[in-house]
């Protein structure tokens, strides 16, 4: 076996170990907040706090009580009160939308872990030199564009694109990708996998190197197989690492619009229209109409978006109690 | 009122330019620019007043052109400054509404005639009668003149028109099917059979719009042609999507796409001719700005290329199957310096026709135009346009008998675009998806209360 | 020893695989640049181009909007990302080690804009802008996404692991919170900073929308809306999109590369020993 990298001396591990798990219940360990370190702990959250409140908060509160107000810039505005909230809860398209970008994310977020998470596991097992090689390539297509991306993958669609050809080899036939409505969000997604994946694994990684290496040998001395290792040991302690991961690449994949746009233009009949392109959709007519739709279709999604996050660290946060 | 002197005398300037050209036989072009530069040295300012004007970015050659002139504009006359900015068609409305929300939006911006109707009902525009001279909006061509008026003003000055659909035909392939391209398809039947036998392996037969955002727009031609009406009533009280007739025109789509006639995952959006110009089909469905793009991208291809109207459902000739996009010039309701910026617009489109027509032969005459001066000059400056066959049949046989685009919201358009993709590729029978469109129309119509706003033209 | 070497031949074989899968459409976009127009719509696919069109790239070399763009973004870009993790990592720091009143609420308050659909506040983030003067400068570029709830979320879940033996003996020693953050917290995030720095950068480098409307002066141009000039819907210029891409992030790349050596000199996140 290859050396791995990250070696620590075994003496020091015992402690080190029991200190990883017991970190992450901070809250419980110091109830002493003295006055010094309540004033630190406002200093040190004051940037934040106020970029937040002036370039999130304010535009947020501003953008609800425009979702309040029909009207453009010309004439005096009209209260409509909640009724574009109503607008939007009944619009079909709208509920079609959050089912694309659910059906999106179910698949570039587990998707995109699950091979992140076997790329990193295979870079650690390498050499140093390896690795570095292995480590640069996952990461620099990081650099290639949204746009670019779905320049390429729409010509792979292509009918007689690279897929259609690759299919035609072994005589699949040719596939109509982006005209049927069950294929398009799969062939969206490989780009939307594809773009999010260097640097997923570089964190999937960073967090599997801090799994110390002893838990692990034990395992293999144990019999335990590599499946059983990740599933019994590595994921349970990279659970920091992955509620992150999951999160926001949740929020991400929800939000996506610039693939199924570029690449099938929402269609075929809306079938890749995810909730923010139905939103920029409605922003095609310059209406007053349309203006405060749009902004109360997108602070609709805000809440949606809250919910099941909430509901995930709610999730997250029970398990851990039973663990404990 | 420190610049109002220096002010009326580019007015008039401007003003001598037109009249100057309108009356001019046809050479115009030389002495109309020396006239408004003239003008131009005549009045100094003391410091200019600054007028901005955002351009939607379209092709390459419209920005430069734009660029020539506002800088040539700026140079002339020292008391009106232009900032010019391009901005992207895909952040426009977003670029153009937060700085209407912010109080700092653009003196001049480029509006297409979609806009005109529903931006006057909102207040948003100021009549150019009250700053223009009249010879330069009566100088406007009568079938344009409606798309800019609106309670027997001028509401935006208008550039130039270009149907949005226009059959193009590689006629070596057309040939090549024993089909003869001088006497192209008339009716829709025609076009199948046309495109049945011009698809062979890989080679389709034609390409057409084939999602929904497209086809809202560029069908509007052909829904008129097959109904005579758009799928609303006149005094938008109610959809009627679910008239037969809509469902002919999902029909002719459907069996494009389900006959495989057409590229089921088309490489571009429908406004990009390249699968046209590198021959992976054999006809094509565009705006007449297609044609620039093939001068300019594929010169040797142009000689081979047919143009033809859009076929009409039964095969008459001399009907409706495009409806005629294009741009005009408003100026904001809430500008500071209206008259300044008036001043622009008229130099930059209502005035010195040469202006325009350099307009136009930039765009290899791809875009028509939409003042009777402009006419003159480019026949005076470039008589072959006159002579080529393919400009000949867009402006005689589709300009000519286009219509306005439609003024209800886009979300109308966007239903119908829905039921044609939705019949087209299967996932509904065509009536179920009409009906659906009808629903979704009843529903904008209510939620948006349209009832009764239908704008008078 | 027969074993070790097949399966190191296994390992190869893999890892070229992969960076073939990873590398290609980088390369694609690269030998693209090199092509006409119409050429790189060809289909199935043709790797190499039929006439080489070296004029895609040097003409952007010669470009001075694209030029300057390339060096603000990336002036920009630096300036984003190390404000952004001074600010975040310290706020992090504070939700993972300290206890205070309200810390819930607050927690809260910093996470939730993590949800906020961009398009939604949008316009009226533009109005705030505006009323605060900063318009066509470069602080509008930088300043409002300083503040990420994502990266503050990331670094604070890495802190929660980190050990806390250490900082309890300084603690005992008299240090101060500030001191701890700096001295041993700061030193051994390093691997930490540097994904959270790529992410920083490329967000703020694939900025397209924000710089369109609040950037109206060309001196100010940032590299997204300039490589956006060549896509037009009526006739995309696509072999220059991909020159000028293909040039733009090669800055990157280097960067990339010179940071590389941090996450392979096998920092470890937690790596307090």
Redesign the interface.
Known sequence: ??PT??T?PRK?LG??TA??V???T??R?????NRE??R???L??A???V??G???????V??FK?SMYQG????APVFVGLSFYK?VLT?PGFYQSLKVGGYYAVIVVPGGMLIALL?AS?IK??G?R????????????????????S??F??I??????A??LLGLVNLGPK????N?SMVIPAVAVPGI?LG???TT??ML??L??IPESYLESAQLDGAGFLQRTWYITLPLLK??L??LF??GL?AAF?EFLLPLLI???????ASTT??LY?????????????TF??TA??V??IV??TI?ALVFRLIRSEKAVDA | MRRGKGLTALTLAVAGAVTLAACGTGSSGGSGTTAASGGGVGTACASPTTVTFWQQKFEDYQQAWYKKYVDQFNSSQTCVKVDYKVVPADTWTQKLQAAQAAGNQPDVVTTNYGNIKPGVAQGQFAALDDYLPASALADIKSNVAPFVTEKGKHWGYPMLVEPSAVLYINSDMAKAAGLDPASPPKSWKDLVDWSTKLTSGNVKGITIASVAAELGWSSWGLQDNSCGHFPITDDWASGRATDSCFADVVNLYKTLYQNKLMPQNPKVGYTDAAPFESGEVAMMVNGSWALGAIKKDKPDLLAKTVVAALPTKDGGTGETTATLGGWTLTLDAKSKHPKEAAAFISYLAAGDPSIMADFFKQAGYSKYTTRTSVDKAIAANDPSTTQDANMKTISDDIVAHGIAEPAYPWDISLAMGTAIESGMKGTASVDAALKTANDSINSTIQKQQLKGTAPQS | MVRSRRSLAAKWVLLVLIALSMLMPLAWMALCGFKRDLDVLKTPFAVLPQVWEWHNYTAMLHDRQYMTAVGLTMLGAVIFTGLSIAVNALAAYAFARLEFPYKRVLWVLCIMPMFVPAMSILITSFVVVSKLHMLNTLAVLIIPGVASAAQMFFMRQFFLGMPTAVEDAARIDGCSRWRIFLKIFVPNSGAVFVVVGIISYMAYWNAYVWPILTISNPTLQQIMPVLANFLDDRGPQYGQLMAASTLAALPTIVLLLVFQRHIVAGVRLSGIK
């Open positions: 076996m290859p990298q990250a620590t020091r402690t080190v200190e990883v017991e970190a992450g901070p809250e360990r110091s109830s002493t907040a370190e309540r630190t702990a406002y040190m959250l940037p934040m706090v970029l937040l002036i370039f999130v908060i304010w535009p947020l501003y953008a425009q453009n810039f010309y004439k607008y619009d790329l295979f097992t390498l140093a390896m690795a570095s090689f292995m480590k640069t390539t996952v990461y620099l297509p990081t650099v290639v564009s949204a746009v670019i991306a320049v390429l729409r010509l669609y292509a009918d007689q694109g690279l259609n050809w109509n990708f982006l005209g409505a594809w994946l260097g640097i570089l964190i960073a967090g190197l801090d920091n690492v509620l992150y999160v926001t929020v939000q099938a233009n929402g269609g075929p009949v809306n909730p923010n939103i920029f959709n409605q922003f095609r007519s310059a209406t007053p109409y349309a203006m749009s902004i997108s602070l999604l805000f978006l809250g996050s």
